[in-house]
């Protein structure tokens, strides 16, 4: 299983980008997953999870601004960021597998390569 992420840039405070996350190798529905941010000299940290029944959940920190959505028949999620702060600066990463509690990277199997989103004026 592969995992592609895309869709980052550089965006103005208040603007809004969409990630991609695309699974190669399986079956986009056998698994949940995760959407996770590193910034600079801080710990990863888990964001969002879509699960294979399409339930969702969000951190404090980006909920009511992103949205998580499926696509199974691309074997593509999306990450939909909106109202952006400069605070979001951070390499995006997604991460595929079958989890119990889904802010724990370490329940994740496979790991995309990470996508840059830069938030500055």
């Known amino acids: 299983v592969q995992l592609q992420a895309s869709g980052g840039g550089l965006v103005q405070p208040g603007g809004s980008l969409r990630l991609s996350c695309e699974l190669s190798?399986?079956?986009?529905?056998?698994?949940?997953i995760g959407w996770f941010r590193q910034a600079p000299g801080k710990k990863r940290e888990g964001i969002s999870c879509i699960t294979s029944s399409d339930g969702r959940t969000y951190a404090d920190s980006v909920k009511g601004r992103f949205t998580t959505s499926r696509d199974n028949a691309k074997n593509t999620v999306y990450l939909q960021m909106n109202s952006l702060k400069p605070e979001d600066t951070a390499v995006y990463y997604c991460?595929?597998?079958?989890?119990?509690?889904?802010?724990?990277?370490?329940?994740?199997?496979?790991w995309g390569q990470g996508t840059q989103v830069t938030v500055s004026s």
């Open positions: 991460a595929a597998g079958g989890v119990t509690t889904w802010s724990l990277s370490y329940e994740y199997d496979f």
């Open positions: 190798g399986d079956t986009l529905d056998d698994y949940a």
